[in-house]
């Protein structure tokens, strides 16, 4: 059972409820002095006290998508890395990305689906179900590199209307590191003949930590979001890879080569990019991709266009920071380096090195973030052919409630600066 099911956190609050009903019922019987009813009414306040708090932070954990699997919490399986021999002898992978299943998108008429009510038009929630188990195991479109149109594998009615979401499986050829569980959106248009020959931009987002991917479709809504923008005119046709920041869970890798461990930077600069060239008909130039993230995720996305400016043309960073802190999740990044974990910091990196030539755009909020006054400063340093763009709202928080009211703005200023080289682009013109 996932652990941000609603049946899972169903579960956590009956067993509470009982727990402490129980303890109610119990509490006369164990009244006396006697040392042994003492202990009872101890163990009693202390079950009634741990049922109610795990059921919080249940409901929490499925809120925010935390931690959505028990093997995600206990890292039972975590991704396969390697340290410098990775690099030094690169792993052969034959199938860079197992397509695992697919789920028919959000369409656009269901990211625009309103109801009236009190003579007010409101969005109706929508929140696309994930298939409950593997339908694929192993698509031509993930194992033949360069084929001419893999999206002819899931060419069907509703994936001309509406995409596809395929969950992955992602190898790295460099690096060696296997995650086991991404998704990919790929747009209506993909599937619709008039495309067959066009590549699209692509995007990489990635989650804060310890998010789940998952979290991009079910609590930010992106698949449909960028539907609805395509439907609109406002957005270009892209195709969207939503990935965990970290690729070593339960730890927290900071998108760093980190010494003598995962090569998490190489694996999101190098080995994604190339693995999603390899399987999809997806631009190839630092103008046909970006990257973006919330939270750790914004920092990675920052971190990643900045020193890979030749894979990385743009970059959004969600309520992202600017240098990683180092704690119980993390380990240590740099090998207790100072001069790498300079390199990782990207104020550091604005003040005594050349700026790259990327275009960034950062978001947060006067009141209810923390991150105000470093983005304002981040900004002001920033100087060509860097470019930066601030999106500040006035009252926000560190949350998907705050992000999805960003999203619009911000996916309009990414399919602005996203180009793709596959050919002129055959929608009609307005």
Known sequence: MPLISGQFVALLSLVAAATMAATVMLWPHVARRKGSHAAARTALLIAAQFTAIVAVLGGLNAYFSFIVSWSDLFGIHTSATSGPKAISRPATVATPIIITRTQGAPGAAAARDTRRRDGQTRPAPHTPALPPAATTATSPAATSPGAASPGATFRTGRAVDRGEILTVQISGERTGITVPRSYVYLPPQYFQPAYARRLFPAVLVLTGYPGDPRAEITRLNLPAAVATGIAAGRLHPAVFIMMFSSVDMPRDTECTDIPGGPQAETFFSQDVPLAVEQTFRVATGAGGWAVMGDSTGGYCALK???????????????????????????????????????????????????????????????????????????????????????????????????????????????????????????????
């Open 304 to 430: 990643l266009a900045m020193t890979h400016s030749d894979r990385f043309g743009s970059a959004v960073s969600l309520s992202g920071y600017y240098s990683a802190l180092q704690d119980f999740t993390t380990g240590s990044l740099y090998g207790h380096s100072a001069a790498y974990r300079a390199e990782n910091d990207l104020f550091w990196r604005l003040g005594h090195l050349p700026p790259p030539p990327v275009s960034v755009l950062l978001t947060t909020s006067r009141t209810g973030e923390n991150d105000y006054q470093p983005t304002l400063q981040f900004l002001r340093m920033i100087r060509p052919p860097m470019h930066g763009y601030g999106l500040i709202l006035p009252v926000g928080g560190h949350s998907f409630r705050t992000w999805k009211r960003e999203l619009g703005q911000t996916l309009t200023w990414l399919s602005q600066r996203l180009t793709a080289n596959g050919g002129p682009d055959p929608r009609p013109s307005r």
